[in-house]
């Protein structure tokens, strides 16, 4: 019953922006810290950003100053604001929840993910 299901994956040129969401239901999702995480084959998976119930974030330093990440708690949705886009951001997406509201970007951590959008950034 538990959902995440991310959206707004698309192939983009380098240097453009995206915008992904993560619709959640199943579970209170104003006390859950959520996160956004990426993986490239044959590469481990990645934490890139956190936003605790609070509304405070955390980034990865690779893409910290390019990505945003907020949620809106009236409607269970996590964005992720994508801009300045590099070849090396190609890679599956995908929206994580935590129960421990610990803002971690380990994903270890995480109880809850979906299964995934796809980002293509070319040259």
């Known amino acids: 019953q538990v959902r995440l299901v991310e959206s707004g994956g698309n192939s983009v040129q380098a240097g453009g922006s995206l915008r992904l969401s993560c619709a959640a239901s199943?579970?209170?999702?104003?006390?859950?810290?959520m996160a956004w995480f990426r993986q490239a084959p044959g590469k481990e998976r990645e934490g890139l950003a956190t936003?605790?119930?609070?509304?405070?974030?955390t980034y990865a330093d690779s893409v910290k100053g390019r990505f945003t990440i907020s949620r809106d708690n009236a409607k269970n949705t996590l964005s992720l604001q994508m801009n300045s886009l590099k070849t090396e951001d190609t890679a599956m997406y995908y929206c994580a929840a935590d129960f421990f509201d610990r803002g971690l970007l380990s994903g270890s951590t995480y109880g809850y993910w979906g299964q995934g959008t796809q980002v293509t950034v070319s040259s």
């Open positions: 936003i605790d119930s609070s509304g405070s974030p």
């Open positions: 199943g579970f209170t999702f104003r006390v859950y810290s």
